[in-house]
């Protein structure tokens, strides 16, 4: 059986998941209509990951014998300025998640709650993965700066297409 404090902390990151489903839809339909289909499909797949996330969580909650709590989730943001913005409040969201699941993690083991420690140890390794992708993906931005086909060759990889590539298949 759950704890009840776990059991509540457990309910608020399947929201704090989900929120981050509707958080990469939003960057995902950012960038769509900018015909930046590369970073769509990024930020689409990314999406589907953290619904992935909020489902493993709901599992584990029931496999406890516990009662999920689903709440609203809240309007994400849906404008920015520049492909590096939306990257940046993606970062920002990673690390919020980041010390989300440590601070469970410390409750969980405050509580003698050693298998919810236990299970939410993957999300601890995950996040290691999930700062680290967007992170790389900010410093490209960085990188290139206000140069357009930079941004254009970084769509192109996103979208799995490498310019390179398509020109030797084309000889
Ligand atoms: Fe669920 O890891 Fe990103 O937010």
């Known amino acids: 059986m759950l704890k009840e404090r776990v059991e509540t902390a457990l ?7 989900l929120q981050a489903y509707y958080t990469y839809l939003a960057a995902s339909a950012y960038f769509e209509e900018r015909s930046l289909k590369g970073f769509a ?52 969201h990673e690390q919020k998640v980041t010390a989300s699941i440590d601070a469970i993690v410390k409750l969980a083991r405050s509580e003698g709650d050693y298998a919810t420690d236990s299970f939410l140890q993957w999300f601890v390794d995950e996040q290691v993965e999930e700062e680290e992708i ?38």
Not at 11 to 17: D, L
Not at 140 to 161: C, M, Q, S, T, V
């Open 41 to 92: 499909q990024w930020m689409y797949h990314h999406a589907q990951e953290e619904m992935v996330h909020a489902m493993k969580i709901y599992h584990f909650v029931h496999s406890r014998r516990g009662h999920v709590v689903l709440t609203a989730i809240a309007a994400p943001k849906q404008d920015w300025q520049s492909a590096d913005d939306v990257v940046g409040d993606a970062l920002e």
């Open 11 to 17: 309910n608020q990151q399947i929201n704090m998941e």
């Open 134 to 171: 967007v992170d790389d993906l900010l410093q490209k931005l960085n990188l290139i700066g206000d140069f357009r086909p930079g941004l254009y060759l970084l769509d192109r990889e996103l979208a799995g297409g490498a310019p390179a590539e398509e020109e030797e298949s084309a000889t």
